[in-house]
């Protein structure tokens, strides 16, 4: 994937993780907004980050996504159960002339 | 409330052809571009193509570019997907996705998604 990131993260409940996404100049590093999506098993993705920071309306506080240079992530405090998931990063690629996303990050909630 | 409702989704042989639909309600559809992601089976999602309002300015992933082409009915909100020359490899969920805006590039509804399976 053009956007590169972890395959696994794992954690205990009520602890922090986070969710590199590392890009190239052509993407975040050259100024595209990132964007952040869950999907639970056998369900269609949803938008959980926008713009790099923001949150849709109804995405609990507890997720909040930060970028700089080529990279962005994606930090979940308070990890509850129902976090288990897919994450996924995505962005625009201007040599490609499109969207990209990373080849996503499976949540494990020990 | 937005609602992506896709379907055309079939079992086809390699070098086929399928034709995929996305029925939009809930919005002003030709206020927003719209997208197709997939996702093969047990894997990533992939961006394969983009139309903007007006219907014009197609665009497709490397992957797709030449067998692939993306067209939208205001009229009928409806978005559509011509498929060409299929094989293994574009075996997987095909998902319609709204842009969040004109040309914004990213997705904030998406589709439950029809299954495509390409196979002998």
């Known amino acids: 994937s053009v956007l590169t990131q972890p395959p696994s993260v794992s954690g205990a409940p009520g602890q922090r993780v986070t969710i590199s996404c590392t890009g190239r100049?052509?993407?975040?590093?050259?100024?595209?907004?990132v964007h952040w999506y869950q999907q639970l098993p056998g369900r269609a993705p949803k938008l959980l980050i926008y713009?790099?920071?923001n949150r849709p309306s109804g995405v609990p506080d507890r997720f909040s996504g930060s970028n700089s240079g080529t990279s962005a992530s994606l930090a979940i405090t308070g990890l509850q159960g129902e976090d288990e998931a897919d994450y996924y990063c995505?962005?625009?690629?201007?040599?490609?002339?499109?969207?990209?996303f990373g080849g996503g990050t499976k949540l494990t909630v020990l | 409330e937005v609602h992506l409702v896709e379907s055309g989704g079939v079992e086809v042989q390699p070098g086929g052809s399928l034709r995929l639909s996305c029925a939009a309600s809930g919005f002003n559809f030709d206020d927003y571009a719209m997208h197709w992601v997939r996702q093969g089976p047990g894997k990533g999602l992939e961006w394969i193509s983009f139309?903007?309002?007006?219907?014009?300015?197609?665009l497709y992933s490397d992957s797709v570019e030449g067998r692939f082409t993306i067209a939208r009915d205001n009229a009928e909100n409806s978005l559509y997907l011509q498929m060409n020359s299929l094989r293994p490899e574009d075996t997987g969920l095909y998902f319609c996705?709204?842009?969040?805006?004109?040309?914004?590039?990213?997705?904030?509804?998406w589709g439950r998604g029809t299954l495509v399976t390409v196979s002998s």
């Open positions: 713009a790099n920071t």
């Open positions: 996705v709204k842009d969040a805006g004109l040309r914004d590039w990213y997705f904030d509804s």
């Open positions: 995505l962005s625009y690629d201007t040599s490609l002339s499109g969207v990209v």
């Open positions: 100049d052509s993407n975040i590093g050259a100024g595209y907004d």
């Open positions: 139309i903007n309002w007006r219907g014009s300015e197609p």
